[in-house]
């Protein structure tokens, strides 16, 4: 997970916790995240991006503050925000985090998601 800093504090706009949801798993992974790397207060941003072989992917953050526009709620003390744009393609998605003894990362469950690549790192909508 890279960790991006924005430079201004700007009012961010509430969204309803319906756009996104995060497991148990994938709270506890980000509150450790933030703790080990000393980012209290920072928020987790989960945008969509142009990316992959099928057209779209998702790109996580920790930021300081959010940008202009963006629509923040909290989960569980995580808080999170995105843009509006990437809140259509996002509604209804449930965010997991997962470990095997190959890998570990988040898991999307998109429900917008038409298809996506083999590798799992992209989704068409």
């Not at 148990?24 to 000393?38: D, F, G, L, N, T």
């Not at 996580?60 to 003390?77: A, H, P, R, S």
């Not at 965010?95 to 989704?123: H, I, M, R, W």
């Amino acid at each position: 997970m890279e960790t991006a800093v924005a430079t201004a504090p700007v009012s961010p706009t509430t969204a309803p916790q319906s756009v996104l949801t995060l497991t148990e798993a994938a709270v506890s992974q980000i509150k450790q995240v933030m703790q080990e790397q000393q980012l209290d207060g920072h928020f987790l941003t989960i945008r969509v991006v142009p990316a992959g072989c099928s057209g779209l992917g998702y790109d996580l953050n920790l930021v300081k503050d959010t940008k202009e526009g963006d629509l923040v709620w909290e989960q569980d003390g995580v808080k999170i925000c995105t843009d509006a744009l990437s809140t259509e393609y996002l509604k209804g998605t449930t965010v997991d985090y997962l470990t095997s003894t190959t890998q570990s990362g988040f898991k999307f469950e998109n429900p917008n998601a038409k298809s996506s690549c083999g590798c799992g790192s992209s989704f068409s909508a």
